[in-house]
Antibody, heavy 120, light 110 residues
């Protein structure tokens, strides 16, 4: 069974940093691209960032470009999101999701999410 | 303001057929496939339809997807109470070089 477990969320002050992790199991991690998608409280879904299987292709939403960095460690079956210069509008539940057959495909499955709250 | 446009709400009675629309542009739906996600209250989103009209294993055939030009739609037939959820369309956008979602449609089963 494919499992994605996010961690690293919490309460952080504006301007500070946080690093999210996603532990993957149940599939050959280095065969698939991975993504981060977030959902602000009571709001819709927003794609944040994606990374191909070998880190050769990486993309970011304009809202996080220059502040967030996605990475992966295939030896550890893990995905990461380094979030710097955090803003109140980054407050959201952050989901890790496995890509479909190719980098720019669907998201399936999703983890349960880790909550990031940016507030002073 | 979401890049893809969905109606904020939809409703139907048990057994009825409901459709949810998703409107985009040439840079997203017009040139890429559309995926649909179902989010039940308090849970993570789940893939419902991929590549415009493909159902993942385990998704009932009551759910179907279609795409024409820069628009797509999700149809749910034989509506059931457990279908009450938020539904999101999504696609890749060649201009933005990233993924885009619709604002979501809250489906109520009356």
């Amino acid at each position: 069974e494919v499992q994605l477990v996010e961690s690293g969320g919490g309460l952080v002050q504006p301007g500070r940093s946080l690093r999210l992790s996603c532990a993957a199991s149940g599939f050959t991690f280095d065969d698939y691209a991975m993504h981060w998608v977030r959902q602000a409280p009571g709001k819709g879904l927003e794609w944040v960032s994606g990374i191909s299987w070998n880190s050769g292709s990486i993309g970011y939403a304009d809202s996080v470009k220059g502040r967030f960095t996605i990475s992966r460690d295939n030896a550890k079956n893990s995905l990461y999101l380094q979030m710097n210069s955090l803003r109140a509008e980054d407050t959201a539940l952050y989901y890790c999701a496995k890509s479909g057959s190719y980098y720019l495909s669907w998201f399936d499955p999703w983890g349960q999410g880790t909550l990031v709250t940016v507030s002073s | 303001q979401s890049v893809l446009t969905q109606p904020p709400s939809a409703s139907g009675t048990p057994g009825q057929r409901v459709t949810i629309s998703c409107s985009g542009s040439s840079s997203n739906i017009g040139s890429n496939t559309v995926n649909w996600y179902q989010q039940l209250p308090g849970t993570a989103p789940k893939l419902l339809i991929y590549s415009n009209n493909q159902r993942p294993s385990g998704v009932p055939d009551r759910f179907s997807g279609s795409k024409s030009g820069t628009s797509a739609s999700l149809a749910i037939s034989g509506l059931q109470s457990e279908d009450e959820a938020d539904y999101y369309c999504a696609a890749w956008d060649d201009s933005l070089n990233g993924g885009v979602f619709g604002g979501g449609t809250k489906l109520t089963v009356l």
